[in-house]
């Protein structure tokens, strides 16, 4: 019979880790929603004990998630970590504590400055400790691909006595060769007692681009879950792409003898919504998500897929959600089409929050003839950067520019007290006097270090989408989006954006 690999999805916490890729809570359910749409096995929603946001996170998916999908909350191997996961998942049905410490020698001398004894110690200890809590307990080992053998077994056999119900086995500095990280998941099979009464977890990063074959083979040597997240987000260079992990399982279902259950025709969308959400764009050759994934140039090659689409396509666009709806809205459009097209990208919304959104349409519709797909997200994320308390809200902006004038910007800020200020600046360029008039009044330091510009749709009237990554003084990075019709206005809302985020962060 087939094994089920079950999918434990960790964008809403590992993916989240990315520098600058962080997210609100509004925003993490419009991703947890479309995980379920997925319908991924396992949702890892958060570190409840890093900060009141995550806690709320783990809360909120969870009574979203319902019966349909496991909910986790990352802890170290520390007791006032675990009272705190449980407590944002008291009222989850189906909750998980994920609990671990680190078991390579770097980590346990370097790290932790402990002995490989007291590593032991405290790995049953955390395990034992959470199941006072759930039930579902899963030990992750880190920093296990760069361990000793015989005493990661030794760990996982201890943890899988006190127990635990997975085992999480993480490439954490994506270190590993696919084939010896394989050698290793065999080595824990054939050497932990009890092992087949437990789920064997494989979780790896891709700072050697190898994340998705390192997964794979995990798989092949008795891994029956995989971790992952959209697009690979995660520490560093990332995590396994679960669109990547997923379809390769896919395609090789007879020979691996496996599968999964997740609805691969959500993932174009689900893609997307991450991206724009996050701000961290596809590269276009992305394997199964990037724009030129399905797109053939050479001659040979469209001859080939012309003649059978199968001489160069291994996926069916179809199966992984490609073109599935062409629908553009107009200033025609009633409540029920832009609630279609709202709920098939992913964004579900009723009632009033339905009619402030429909507003919002309208007032786009007028400026611009056609709305796609594209423009809407645009909209959506707009306002869901809004949603937190911002410290500064963008009331209007002026710039005077030209052949020979100096370019001149004026802005003007409303604060959360709602007072109004206004500064004036000029600099080389339109943006760089806009920036400085805003510095003027949003007094932070910061250190803007990437700016880029890309047209949300097609045509002239197509919404400009500005992202900017601005580092603070302690060197923490953060990402600001803004679009508007008018590219200068969308350069000062990313720019706000940003700061806003960073003076949330500060206090
Ligand atoms: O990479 C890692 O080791 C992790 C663990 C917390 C699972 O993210
Ligand atoms: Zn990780």
């Not at 891709?206 to 040597?221: F, H, K, Q, Y």
């Not at 998500?289 to 160069?312: C, E, M, P, W």
């Amino acid at each position: 019979m087939s094994t089920k690999i079950n999918i434990f999805d960790t964008t809403l916490r590992d993916g989240e880790q990315s520098p600058g890729a962080s997210m609100n809570t509004e925003e993490k359910l419009v991703v947890a929603r479309q995980l379920l749409r997925l319908k991924v096995d396992i949702i890892e929603a958060g570190f409840p004990i890093s900060s009141p946001g995550d806690f709320e996170s783990v809360r909120r998916v969870g009574e979203l998630a319902g019966d349909d999908a496991v909910v986790c909350g990352l802890t170290r191997a520390v007791e006032k970590d675990i009272d705190r996961a449980a407590e944002a998942l008291k009222a989850v049905k189906r909750p998980r504590i994920q609990t671990g410490i680190g078991v390579s020698e770097s980590h346990m001398r370097d790290k932790l400055r402990i002995t490989p004894e007291q590593c032991i110690e405290r790995a049953i200890h955390c395990v034992e400790y959470a199941k006072k809590y759930v039930e579902d307990v899963q030990f992750y080992a880190e920093d296990a691909g760069r361990s000793d053998y015989e005493f990661l077994a030794k760990v996982i056999q201890a943890v899988v006595k006190a127990g635990a119900t997975v085992v999480n086995i993480p490439d954490t500095t994506g270190y590993s060769l696919p084939w010896e990280f394989g050698q290793r998941i065999k080595y824990l099979m054939e050497h932990v007692d009890g092992i087949e009464n437990v789920t064997l977890s494989v979780h790896c990063h891709n700072d050697l681009g190898m994340a998705t074959a390192l997964s794979m083979e995990g798989v092949r040597n008795g891994a029956t879950q995989v971790e992952c997240t959209i697009n690979g987000l995660g520490e560093r260079a990332g995590n396994t792409a679960m669109e990547e992990v997923v379809m390769a399982i896919r395609m090789h279902e007879a020979e691996l003898n496996a599968h999964t259950d997740i609805n691969t025709r959500e993932f174009i969308k689900a893609s997307k919504l991450v991206s724009s959400i996050t701000g961290m764009q596809v590269q276009a050759n992305k394997a199964i998500v990037g724009a030129n994934a399905f797109a053939h140039s050479s001659g040979i090659h469209q001859d080939g897929v012309l003649k059978k689409r199968d001489t160069y396509e291994i996926i069916n666009p179809a199966d992984v959600g490609v073109n599935q709806s062409q629908i553009v809205l107009t200033a025609r459009s009633g409540h029920a089409a832009l609630k279609h097209r709202l709920d098939d990208l992913g964004y579900v919304y009723e009632g009033e929050e339905l009619d402030a959104i429909y507003q919002a349409f309208l007032e786009m519709a007028d400026k611009k003839k056609e709305v796609y797909d594209e423009d809407l997200e645009s909209l959506i994320n707009e306002r869901g950067r809004n949603v937190e308390e911002a410290a500064y809200v963008l009331e209007g902006a002026q710039i005077s520019c030209g052949f020979p004038l100096i370019p001149t910007a004026t802005v003007t800020l409303r604060d959360a007290h709602g007072r109004s200020h206004t500064a004036c600046e000029y600099g080389t360029g339109p943006v760089d006097a806009m920036y400085k008039a805003v510095n003027k009044i949003v007094d932070v330091e910061n250190d803007l270090s990437e700016f880029s510009v890309s047209s949300v749709t097609r045509g002239i009237d197509a919404l400009g989408e500005v992202t900017v990554r601005v580092t603070a003084g302690d060197g923490t990075a953060y990402i600001g989006r803004g679009a508007d019709g008018d590219i200068i206005v969308s350069s000062t809302k990313a720019y706000l954006n940003a700061l806003n985020r960073l003076i949330a962060n500060k206090h």
